[in-house]
């Protein structure tokens, strides 16, 4: 079993930053993709970044592009999000994902096997 354990989430005013990181652990890890999704109170858990662990390509969702970085430490098993410019509306628990099977592109969350428990991110106006 793959675990996923987030951290760096807390309180930021708008206009700050945050860095989250996602560390990976258990049997031997082999990871297609890894991913961020947030989820507001009341709405979907929506996808945010993802990066294909093979090739370090990385892909956003509008809303975060040019704001927030997705990356990845291969030799740590570790993908981190760096968000920056943060807004109200980025309010949301965050969680990691990862897949071991197919394409390294991935958006929707069933697509993804292992998930971490989530972290929260405010941001106060």
């Known amino acids: 079993q793959v675990q996923l354990v987030e951290s760096g989430g807390g309180l930021v005013q708008a206009g700050g930053s945050l860095r989250l990181s996602c560390a990976a652990s258990g049997r031997t890890f082999s990871s297609v993709a890894m991913g961020w999704f947030r989820q507001a109170p009341g709405k979907e858990r929506d996808f945010v970044a993802g990066i294909g662990w093979s090739g370090g390509l990385a892909y956003y969702a509008d809303s975060v592009k040019g704001r927030f970085t997705i990356s990845r430490d291969k030799a740590r098993n570790t993908v981190y999000l760096q968000m920056n410019s943060l807004k109200s509306e980025d309010t949301a628990v965050y969680y990691c994902?990862?897949?071991?099977?197919?394409?390294?592109?991935?958006?929707?969350?069933?697509?993804?096997?292992?998930w971490g428990q989530g972290t929260q991110v405010t941001v106060s106006s």
């Open positions: 994902a990862a897949t071991s099977v197919g394409s390294w592109y991935r958006t929707r969350s069933q697509e993804y096997e292992y």
